[in-house]
T-cell receptor, first 113, second 113 residues
Framework: GENVEQHPSTLSVQEGDSAVIKCTYSDSASNYFPWYKQELGKRPQLIIDIRSNVGEKKDQRIAVTLNKTAKHFSLHITETQPEDSAVYFCAASWSSNDYKLSFGAGTTVTVRA | EAGVTQFPSHSVIEKGQTVTLRCDPISGHDNLYWYRRVMGKEIKFLLHFVKESKQDESGMPNNRFLAERTGGTYSTLKVQPAELEDSGVYFC???????????FGSGTQLSVL
């Protein structure tokens, strides 16, 4: 099955700075890579996703990049704000069952005011 | 629209007891998934329903776990008898298509003492 590694496990940034979270995956046939954000006490919510035919996708202050050759993808948050504080999970689809996602262990992001 | 709802939000039981978790997906979502996060690690796939049928239950830890989705609406996940290692957060998610955006519930925090 798919194995997803996520780093760092915790990240503290000053408000206004950028935050970067990196993930690697093992199955070269994976083709769907979503990112979820879970605020304290709330449910995980999809914030951005990318498919393997695209190298980069941006939505306002967040962007995701995908390097299929190296089998890694990253989440970039620019101009961080206190409301960006949350746990972020990356995920990758299984090759033969692309409805099934393997998640990383999560990154706890703290934005210091 | 109403989101995915899970009940209970927290459950504390003793080893050997039985617990049943419930998930109500978003109305009209044929696909329902159970995931589990243990001890701050990755969110792991447990199983996938398409309507009332189990499409994939390869992530179920053992035969102490039983999931049902009678009538293709809500789903239950029963753990009997519960063991200490079953503690964690159990998430339910639903989607309209097999690999469309997953909508998560808030999870059930299960503590087995």
């Amino acid at each position: 099955g798919e194995n997803v590694e996520q780093h760092p496990s915790t990240l503290s940034v000053q408000e206004g700075d950028s935050a970067v979270i990196k993930c690697t995956y093992s199955d070269s046939a994976s083709n769907y890579f979503p990112w979820y954000k879970q605020e304290l006490g709330k449910r995980p919510q999809l914030i951005i996703d990318i498919r393997s035919n695209v190298g980069e996708k941006k939505d306002q202050r967040i962007a995701v990049t995908l390097n299929k050759t190296a089998k890694h993808f990253s989440l970039h948050i620019t101009e961080t704000q206190p409301e960006d504080s949350a746990v972020y999970f990356c995920a990758a689809s299984w090759s033969s069952n692309d409805y099934k996602l393997s998640f990383g262990a999560g990154t706890t992001v703290t934005v210091r005011a | 629209e109403a989101g995915v709802t899970q009940f209970p939000s927290h459950s504390v039981i003793e080893k050997g007891q039985t617990v049943t978790l419930r998930c109500d997906p978003i109305s009209g979502h044929d696909n329902l998934y159970w995931y589990r996060r243990v001890m701050g690690k990755e969110i792991k796939f447990l199983l996938h329903f398409v309507k009332e049928s189990k499409q994939d239950e390869s992530g179920m830890p053992n035969n102490r776990f039983l999931a049902e989705r009678t009538g293709g609406t809500y789903s239950t996940l029963k753990v009997q008898p519960a063991e200490l290692e079953d503690s964690g957060v159990y998430f339910c998610a639903s989607s309209q298509l097999a690999l469309a955006k997953l909508f998560f519930g808030s999870g059930t925090q299960l503590s087995v003492l």
